[in-house]
C-alpha cells in the first residue's frame, strides 16, 4: 500500500512563503515523476508544478517565478516552495507520485492566503 503524506500548508498574509512536503512510502515502485495540483472552492484541480527523475520541471503560468518543486535524493519526497504568495493562490493543494504502474494522490493541504 502506498502512501503520500502531505504537510506545511496554513494560513498566511499576501506576500508571504509556505513551504508544503510531501513523502511517499510503502510499496512505491518506478517513480516517473512527481507534481503538485492545486483545486480552490468550486473549480476543477489544476497542476502547480512536476519534477521528473531526471530533475526536468514544470510550472503553471501562474506560479513561475514565485514557486519551486524539488525533490530529495531518490525522490520518495517533494517539496513546494512557495513565495510571493497571492490571494489567488488559495487552494486546497494535492501532492502526486506517477509511476509506471500508477498514479497516487495525496489527502490534500489547505492553503490560505489572506490579503
Known amino acids: 500500500q502506498v502512501q503520500l503524506v502531505e504537510s506545511g500548508g496554513g494560513l498566511v498574509q499576501a506576500g508571504g512563503s509556505l513551504r508544503l512536503s510531501c513523502a511517499a512510502s510503502?510499496?512505491?515502485?518506478?517513480?516517473?515523476?512527481a507534481g503538485w495540483y492545486r483545486q480552490a472552492p468550486g473549480k476543477q484541480r489544476d497542476l502547480v508544478a512536476t519534477?521528473?527523475?531526471?530533475?526536468?520541471?514544470n510550472y503553471a503560468d501562474s506560479v513561475k517565478g514565485r514557486f519551486t518543486i524539488s525533490r530529495v535524493g531518490s525522490g520518495y519526497t517533494v517539496y513546494l516552495q512557495m513565495n510571493s504568495l497571492k490571494p489567488d493562490d488559495t487552494a486546497v493543494y494535492y501532492c502526486?507520485?506517477?509511476?509506471?504502474?500508477?498514479?497516487?494522490w495525496g489527502q490534500g493541504t489547505q492553503v490560505t492566503v489572506s490579503s
Open positions: 519534477i521528473t527523475t531526471g530533475g526536468s520541471t
Open positions: 510503502g510499496n512505491i515502485r518506478s517513480i516517473t515523476a
Open positions: 502526486n507520485f506517477h509511476t509506471t504502474w500508477g498514479s497516487y
